[in-house]
């Protein structure tokens, strides 16, 4: 096979036969070629993952509990559940909880709208059918997603810390086994099938398998298959492996290629000890599923293939998965000076209206038309509602909570990506800290237009900006990165898409007493603003909404203007704080993160949810930066009287502004603006989606 229509450089295939010290034949030039280029090599990102900090496979939840965090991204939303599903039971776990980040089309349109219902039931229907409550997410509106809508999809499970299967265990002499669904070239040239009743077969089996001891390792059936599985377990093992293709199961026989790339969506690759598979085959059988030998671990570090008896493919183990690190050309966006720059003259001409089309547009509505549709309770270890900034679960034999903030900002990223990577991380962080969670970790998802693009070198320049805005905040406020995923095909025939960078970051609550959420405010409460009164304007909602650079609520949106600037020594005290403030189990209090629509949507928010309106000033404030502006450390807290003295203690050396007090049934700030509560309830409610 010509290497150049293998997808292979002069200089990669010169290297192959450097390697070997001979000319591949034409199966091996395919599995290098089917693993080294972008898809599964990541050969122009791989340098960017050296920048995050403390990568680690579990998170420590405490009294021997450990949590393991999968993220993928598929635009079907039913493989994207199904793939993290296998990855959390890969890691030794039961699947707890799943999250999911929606970027979808403005709905206003058949086709949007559609899609959107689409992708919710293909969520619900695997998560309710396998029994795994979705507790959250993020759904982000922009027209760029018309026709391709990215779908991020989360999940966690717990796992004794005494009690893990670790992956880099392989020993010669165990056996390779395909369980579940037969090979073909799923997710290569076939579609993938399969559904929630396989897949729950699948889960219940290997639980059982793992609860048994039968298994030394397993792995999800998925980027690259056999290829990439077999091979990634053996070389972390520092072992060889044998495989079989006259063994392997199949639903159509595919080239040798086809049959180790392909992908079926319930399948698990295990690695099951010599006298351990008569046990574990008697399991799968009580399951009703397949479970083949495809080959050995060996102790000689080759990966060999054999077919009718004959060796057909035979590499340096780690040859397959060994792709060099490439560094792309890039250079910032032509237009980055613009993006950049706010807007001169942003000023609100009705306020009122503002805020209405804020909390009514699709920007800024009610999730509960997505969210109802899954069951977040299952389990029942589900300690919030859907619908807030942060979920919860119980952690179990504890009174502690493990909690989750997702966010992503791909206007912000689109305007500054650096500024715009690390106000989402550091967004979800302070989500945390309110909610009283210490860090734990996160898991992110890069979804990026493609970085080799000759034609863009700006696509690796925005990428390269994102990671180091993330990894940067990740350092300083030792944050470990726990699970990622890439994709780097964030295009259609209509040009690229935003770049998202999604994050989901976890922390824990030692006592479920000290969990802090919005919708508990009473007639009397004083408002507290704890940090700067303005953030920033720019790439904000109400910038893309209303200034005249943005296009309103439908059509292209034109983001501008760079974000919050990040400043590491303001979290930290905004964390501290907001923590030890949780903690005061005698002040009773609610509140909110300043995030998407500014203070202004946080006290609607509040309004809505507690049923009671508020007055507030800001007197000697510019009134569109201080309702409308996002980002930084920043948060709204409602407080009693009789508590306000102790929770101003707990915030003694921070910014802490008293806006007002809540009383009445209008959302009224001073000389500004004068809103009904069942007028942002009525637009905030409303149904966008049927």
Avoid at 73 to 87: E, F, L
Avoid at 393 to 406: E, G, Y
Avoid at 617 to 622: F, L, P, S, V
């Amino acid at each position: 096979m010509d290497y150049e229509e293998a997808g292979l450089s002069s200089g990669e295939y010169g290297r192959i036969k450097e390697i070997l010290g001979r000319v591949p034949n034409d199966l091996e030039t395919e599995l290098i070629s089917a693993m080294w280029p972008d898809r599964y090599g990541f050969k122009s990102v791989r340098s960017l993952f050296a920048r995050f900090p403390q990568q680690r496979e579990y998170i420590d939840c405490h009294g021997g509990w450990g949590l393991a965090l999968k993220i993928g991204r598929r635009n079907r939303p039913s493989t994207g559940v199904s793939g993290v599903i296998r990855d959390i039971l890969a890691a030794g776990t039961k699947p707890a909880a799943l999250m999911d980040g929606l970027f979808l089309g403005i709905p206003d349109s058949e086709k949007s709208r559609a899609l959107t219902n689409g992708i919710v039931e293909g969520i619900s229907d695997y998560g309710n059918a396998l029994g795994i409550p979705t507790i959250g997410g993020k759904t982000f509106y922009d027209p760029c997603f018309e026709d391709n809508s990215p779908v991020n999809i989360f999940s966690c499970g717990f796992v004794r810390l005494d009690n893990i299967a670790d992956s880099r265990s392989a020993r010669p002499g165990d056996k390779v086994a395909l369980l579940g669904s037969k090979t073909g070239r799923d997710g290569a040239a076939e579609a993938q099938t399969g559904g929630p009743f396989e897949e729950k077969l699948l889960l219940e089996c290997c639980l059982e398998l793992l609860d048994k001891g039968l298994i030394v390792s397993m792995r999800n059936m998925s980027a690259a298959g056999i290829l990439s599985l077999s091979g990634e377990i053996a070389r972390e093992s520092g072992t060889g492996i044998r495989i079989v293709c006259d063994s392997i199961p199949r639903r159509s026989e595919p080239a040798p290629q086809g049959i180790f790339i392909g992908e079926p969506r319930e399948g698990m690759l295990l690695i099951i000890e010599d006298n351990k598979f008569g046990d574990a085959e008697a399991v799968a059988d009580y399951w009703g599923l397949e479970c083949a030998v495809l080959g050995q671990v060996t102790d000689d570090g080759r990966y060999r293939v054999e077919l009718g008896g004959e060796t057909i493919a035979d590499l340096p183990v780690a040859m397959p998965g060994d792709a060099s690190a490439t560094d792309l050309p890039m250079q910032p966006p032509d237009n980055l000076e613009e993006r950049s720059s706010q807007p001169a003259g942003l000023k609100s001409a009705d306020p009122a209206a503002d805020l209405l089309e804020l909390v009514g547009s699709v920007h800024g509505s009610s999730r509960r038309e997505i969210w109802t549709q899954y069951d977040c309770q299952v389990q029942l270890r589900t300690a919030t509602e859907p619908g807030g900034a942060v979920s919860a679960l119980r952690i179990p034999d504890s009174d502690s909570l493990v909690a989750f903030a997702m966010e992503a900002e791909p206007w912000k990223c689109s305007t500054d990506a650096r500024a715009g990577a690390m106000e989402t991380m550091a967004s979800s962080i302070r989500a945390l800290a309110l909610f009283g969670a210490d860090l734990l970790g996160t898991a992110i998802c890069l979804n990026f237009p493609p970085p080799e693009s000759p034609k863009k070198p700006e696509n690796y320049f925005v990428l390269s900006e994102c990671v180091d805005g993330l990894a940067e905040v990740c350092r300083d406020m030792e944050c470990p990165v726990v699970s990622g995923n890439v994709s780097q095909w964030e295009e259609t025939l209509n040009g690229a898409a935003c770049a998202i960078p999604l994050v989901v970051t976890a922390g824990c609550v030692s006592h479920w007493t000290y969990m802090v959420t919005g919708g508990h405010a009473g007639e009397g409460d004083d408002i507290f603003l704890v940090g700067p009164m303005a953030g920033s304007l720019g790439a904000s909602r109400w910038q893309v909404l209303f200034s005249e650079c943005g296009s309103g609520a439908s059509g292209s949106v034109a983001a501008r203007g760079s974000t919050w600037k990040y400043d590491a020594e303001a979290e930290r005290e905004f964390i501290v704080r907001a923590l030890l403030s949780s903690r005061k189990a005698d002040i009773k209090k609610s509140a909110r993160v300043i995030a998407g629509g500014g203070l202004a949507v946080a006290l609607a928010k509040e309004a809505i949810c507690a049923g009671i309106g508020m007055t507030i000033d800001i007197a000697g404030c510019d009134a569109t930066e201080a309702l409308f502006s996002e980002g930084g450390p920043r948060a709204v807290y409602i407080i009693p009287p009789y508590s306000s003295e102790k929770f101003l203690a707990c915030w003694d050396g921070y910014p802490v502004t008293k806006l007002g007090v809540m009383g009445g049934a209008s959302l009224i700030v001073k000389d500004v603006l004068d809103v009904p509560c069942a007028e942002l309830k009525d637009a905030y409610t409303r149904k966008r989606l049927s």
